[in-house]
């Protein structure tokens, strides 16, 4: 099993629309949890750390569920400039701040 | 946001030569990493530096590669070697601050090696 799993997308979506990222990890001793974002052929930026209690930063929601090892991501009201690629991004406990990533999933929001 | 620079931005060699990637993190930290990430996979660590030695490194980190940060600010990644599956997007990156949300780390625009 993967140690960071994503839908494989691309997702396609009108602009305003909600789109919803789903992730998984394998470790349950993962101890942190992250989205980025990463434009094409550029840095990864992060986009929100991801808290137990579920947490909100304008348009977008992430949630955590430790039980099910269950990361999302929900971004409302889509603009065009949300098109990138999402990146789940877990560190382990233990593991001097080494981050994990999935692979990603590709956003396009269409005019 | 904290900036971390890299250069050069893109960098063209031959199989078998050495290369040296230059990261400048951000000041007065301790930690830096380097991923790395090849065109259409997923972005790897390849090995973390505290306090001036190696804290942990992947199995992708070998003999060929190793850090340095020669004079206290700039952070250096050596490939003494390059193979043509060492061409990728390799970023440094370090976390915003001390004592702050050290889990968060911050990366570098990247620097593109291709080895031909």
């Known amino acids: 099993r993967k140690e960071v799993e994503q839908d494989p997308g691309p997702f396609n979506v009108p602009e305003g629309a909600t789109v919803a990222f789903n992730c998984t990890y394998s470790n349950s001793a993962s101890q942190s949890f992250f989205w980025y974002r990463q434009d094409c052929r550029k840095e990864p930026k992060l986009l929100m750390s991801v808290y137990s209690s579920g947490n909100e930063d304008g348009r977008f929601t992430a949630q955590l569920n430790r039980a099910s090892q269950y990361i999302s991501l929900l971004i409302r009201d889509s603009k065009l400039s949300d098109s990138a690629t999402y990146l789940c991004v877990v560190k382990l406990a233990g593991s001097n701040y080494k981050l994990t990533f999935g692979k990603g999933t590709l956003l396009t929001v269409n005019p | 946001e904290p900036e971390v620079t890299q250069t050069p931005s893109h960098q063209v060699t031959q199989m078998g030569q050495e290369v040296i990637l230059r990261c400048v993190p951000i000041?007065?930290?301790?930690?830096f990493y380097w991923y790395r990430q090849i065109l259409g996979q997923k972005v790897e660590f390849l090995v973390s530096f505290y306090n001036n030695e190696i804290s942990e490194k992947s199995e992708i980190f070998d003999d060929q590669f190793s850090v340095e940060r020669p004079d206290g600010s700039n952070f250096t990644l050596k490939i003494r070697s390059t193979k043509l599956e060492d061409s990728a997007m390799y970023f440094c990156?370090?976390?915003?601050?001390?004592?702050?949300?050290?889990?968060?780390?911050?990366f570098g625009p990247g620097t593109r090696l291709t080895v031909l």
């Open positions: 990156a370090s976390p915003p601050k001390f004592g702050g949300t050290r889990n968060e780390q911050f």
């Open positions: 000041s007065n930290h301790l930690y």
